[in-house]
């Protein structure tokens, strides 16, 4: 006589429930970044639960940069719009100590057919198109970035080169005021290489200069990738920063 295996119920802690419904809410809009989400006895009172747990669902929330806590304010929803917040990805960090303000040259916003590559880290469906961008960053008047970035053309519909050379801020910003798409977290993959004479030009260095290539996928709620940048970066007098915990 055989014995059938049933595999154990898998429950997860009630403030990981809670977590997930607030992380929902995040995803459907209902609490836009920049505005203030509930407060804890409000959120305690709608999920009948304690103030304690949505507490603690609230505290992993803000420790993965969802969320933020202001002392005497509330909690509120991250966003790229606060200068602190502006350049949270771009590790990139002038050698003099200077605060980086970079100045946007946009090139190129077209539509175009993606690569298989570019179609997979997206996750699009075979001939789904993209936007594709083109941009250099300028600090201190002297070009160090160039950038090639990819969008799903479904999900930024309308978007022309004449909208991106008129907004003033970062594109993460843009993304959220004009589309509603707030960027959670990004993955990179960096290398070396040298600067061909496109690029060179671009960047004002002679040809077979050394540039960072910093390729990164950007993930909104959901863990879903709604952006590809592939940047070259002059680090003649810049590095890359990061911070290992």
């Known amino acids: 006589m055989s014995l059938i295996s049933i595999p154990a119920a898998s429950f997860s802690p009630l403030y990981e429930q809670i977590k997930a419904m607030i992380l929902a809410s995040l995803q459907a809009s209902e609490w836009l970044p920049g505005e203030a989400i509930p ?17 603690k669902a609230i505290d992993e929330l803000a420790a993965e940069n969802l969320l933020v806590r202001r002392q005497g304010k509330g909690t509120f929803v991250a966003t790229h719009q606060e200068e602190d917040w502006q350049y949270r990805f771009l590790r990139l960090a002038p050698d003099s100590g200077e605060k980086f303000h970079l100045k946007n040259q946009f090139l190129v916003c077209e539509i175009a057919k993606p690569d298989p590559y570019i179609s997979q880290l997206l996750k699009l469906k075979a001939n789904e198109p993209v936007l594709r961008i083109d941009r250099v960053q300028n600090f201190a008047g002297k070009p160090i970035v160039f950038e090639e970035i990819w969008l799903p053309e479904a999900r930024f519909q309308g978007l022309t080169l004449n909208a991106l050379i008129a907004w003033p801020g970062p594109m993460y910003a843009f993304y959220e005021s004009q589309y509603a798409i707030h960027m959670v977290r990004a993955e990179e993959k960096i290398k070396a290489l040298p600067a061909d004479h496109a690029l060179a030009a671009l960047l004002h260095l002679p040809a077979g200069s050394a540039l960072l290539s910093v390729e990164r996928v950007a993930f909104t709620y959901g863990n879903k990738p709604v952006e590809i940048r592939r940047a070259r970066y002059d680090t003649s007098e810049q590095h890359y920063e990061n911070k290992l915990n």
Do not use: D, K, N
Request: aromatic letters at 6%; glycine letters at 6%; hydrophobic letters at 35%.
């Open 39 to 55: 407060s804890e006895m409000e959120l305690a009172a709608r999920y009948s639960v304690s103030q304690g747990t949505v507490r």
